[in-house]
């Protein structure tokens, strides 16, 4: 397998990483709150290997604050990669406002190659929720939540991209009772030899089984995002422990159904999360 298109796998594994976590957020702020509300919002476990992104909600009282420590692991055809550890901060600097900071140690496989190790590319994001749920209606929440991917890894170690990206999604989420199913997508704008530009979408329901305990299901879709890349279809199932209100335990695996020996035979995440 190229180096190249190890990038390229880098990047979609991320996007669908992306997808994977606002639901273990929201898991979080129901241990806050410890009832459900139609702030809760999508993205289950991690998806393909990740952590990471928060809920459509913001937490709930004077918790302002989310810290996340990971881990990730994905592996195709010819090429094992992941995340050890990952550190993800955000703060919610109004009710719709939240920034948004995260930082991977990546590792990268190649078949018959050496375990090259070290800083990932750098993430910032901003969230921004410009549609309140509505509890007496069928309005969800509706969240804008760009993202910059910032060329901090190593691209000839194959940590990184060597290119800034940029992916500009909506998300959408509402809550009926225990039953919170969201999704959204957008669009990454990738430079770079023989990328392309591409989309990515997720739909998924989480379930609240106790106070403390919710697991949820997912599937997403990444278009190709280089030349001789294939696109990506796959399924996660995850879940959210709270130990407590502020100590939270998350975990999910999944597998590509679409060209799966070349995009994803299984990933795995599992992290630990402080919300003050």
């Known amino acids: 397998m190229q180096g190249n298109n190890k990038r ?5 594994q991320m996007a669908a990483a992306v997808a994977g976590s606002l639901v273990a957020m929201a898991s979080a702020a129901h241990a806050q709150s410890q009832q ?3 702030e809760g919002a999508g993205q289950g476990g991690p998806t393909i290997g990740t952590q990471r992104l928060p809920s459509l909600a913001p937490p709930p009282g004077p918790q302002q604050w989310s810290i996340t420590f990971s881990g990730q692991y994905t592996t195709r055809r010819g090429e094992t990669a992941g995340a050890l550890p990952s550190a993800e901060v955000n703060y919610q600097a109004t009710p719709d406002l939240l920034l948004h900071f995260y930082q991977p140690f990546a590792f990268d496989k190649l078949s018959g190659g050496p375990t090259h190790y ?3 590319d750098t993430e910032l994001g901003v969230r921004y929720r410009f549609i309140q749920p509505d509890d007496a209606s069928l309005r969800p929440a509706v969240s804008f939540y760009p993202l910059v991917d910032l060329p901090t890894g190593s691209k000839s170690e194959n940590l990184g991209t060597g290119d800034t990206h940029v992916f500009l999604p909506l998300w ?3 809550t009926f009772g225990d039953w919170t199913p969201y999704g959204g997508g957008g669009y990454w704008i990738n430079p770079g030899t023989n990328n392309k530009n591409w989309w990515f979408f997720d739909a998924g329901v989480e379930r609240r089984l106790t106070d ?3 697991v949820s299901g997912e599937v997403f879709h990444a278009t190709s995002s280089k030349v001789g890349l294939k696109d990506a279809t796959g399924v996660n199932f995850g879940g959210t422990y709270d130990l407590t209100v502020n100590h939270h335990l998350l975990f999910s695996v999944g597998t590509g159904i679409q060209n799966h020996d070349e995009t994803n035979q299984f990933s795995a995440f599992a992290g630990y999360q402080l919300t003050f």
């Open 8 to 12: 390229s796998f880098a990047r979609w």
């Open 36 to 38: 459900p509300s139609n």
């Open 118 to 120: 070290g800083p990932g």
């Open 172 to 174: 959408i989420a509402k």
């Open 212 to 214: 403390n305990f919710a």
